[in-house]
């Protein structure tokens, strides 16, 4: 399986801050936000990953993320000179995709919950079909929101609709079979004038072959593309790290347990910041795992 973090657009809703700099790669609070999405993909497993992004933004990604070796991945990266809809990406990415499946996850989306690793490790395990998942909000016409019948099974797809039927938003996570890119290739604009994946979705829903996971209560996830939700996920992200000790999404460690890299990988990669807590940590993973080998 494939990975594609989608990181376009204009960053409209975070100006001032993006006047300068991609909001994918602002801080929430020790890490660059796009590192949290890359995470996500590394849990499922995922090694190739490509990164949409805009032409004058490609440089700014390409000195934070590299060529992925360092990691034991390998990235690639699509150039979106203009924002035209989420569903561009499987226009933009079909020769990367090569009919081989692929997760799609939006670049300001941060997910954390018990168990959460084990959730995507089996959606990358389907067969066939696409997987999404849903969370329960407050106010869904933000986003695309799923309807479920009585047994849990989804009924409807819509974007951002002005009368929700229901208040499960669509997370920005999507994993998709083969067929994708033959099921996008005659994506055309929406009311709104984009290329809606929800469009996508739409379509394996009308194949019978669309399941929609609800995230639980210990389950965190944030759309975190406004000045409000970008705060709320650094506060969220370092009281955990400081109560329990422990750095999450951090793509080094990750990509160590996942057998990417070897421990003196690891280790050199804290050296190299071992000024501040985050190459600190780092550094004592690999003497932990040293000392018990």
């Not at 969370?135 to 009585?150: H, M, Q, S």
């Not at 979705?201 to 009308?206: A, F, G, K, V």
């Not at 347990?257 to 600190?280: C, E, H, P, W």
Request: hydrophobic letters at 40%; proline letters at 5%; aromatic letters at 10%.
């Amino acid at each position: 399986m494939k990975g594609i973090i989608v990181a376009g657009g204009q960053g409209t809703r975070l100006r001032p801050l993006t006047l300068a700099v991609n909001k994918h790669l602002l801080p929430i609070f020790d890490k660059p936000l796009v590192y949290y999405p890359l995470s996500v993909l590394m849990f499922a497993g995922i090694r190739e990953v490509a990164v949409m992004c805009t032409p004058q933004d490609r440089p700014q990604f390409e000195k934070v993320l590299g060529n992925g070796r360092q990691w034991g991945m390998v990235f690639t990266y699509l150039e979106q000179d203009h924002a035209r809809g989420v569903g561009e990406v499987f226009l933009l990415g079909r020769d990367f995709i090569d009919r081989a499946p692929v997760c799609v996850i939006l670049g300001d989306n941060v997910f954390y919950g018990h168990g959460f690793p084990e959730q995507l490790q089996a959606a990358g395990a389907q067969p066939a079909g696409a997987q999404l998942f849903a969370y329960p909000v407050a106010d869904p016409r933000d986003f695309g929101v799923v309807e479920f019948d009585v047994d849990g099974q989804a009924v409807s797809l819509e974007e951002k609709p002005a009368h929700p039927k229901s208040r499960y938003a669509v997370t920005g996570l999507y994993f998709y079979d083969t067929q994708v890119c033959d099921l996008a290739q005659d994506l055309a604009p929406s009311a709104r004038g984009e290329l809606e994946i929800t469009t996508v979705n739409q379509s394996y829903l009308r194949l019978g072959q669309l399941q929609v996971t609800e995230l639980g209560r210990g389950t965190f996830w944030m759309d975190a593309g406004t000045h409000q939700s970008l705060l709320e996920a650094s506060q969220f992200v370092q009281t955990l790290q400081e109560r329990q000790g422990f750095v999450i999404s951090a793509p080094e460690e990750i990509a160590w347990r996942k057998s990417f890299i070897s421990t003196d990988q690891l280790r050199k990669l804290g050296v190299a910041m071992a000024g501040n807590r985050y190459g600190q940590y780092l550094c004592s993973v690999a003497q932990r795992a040293a000392s018990l080998s």
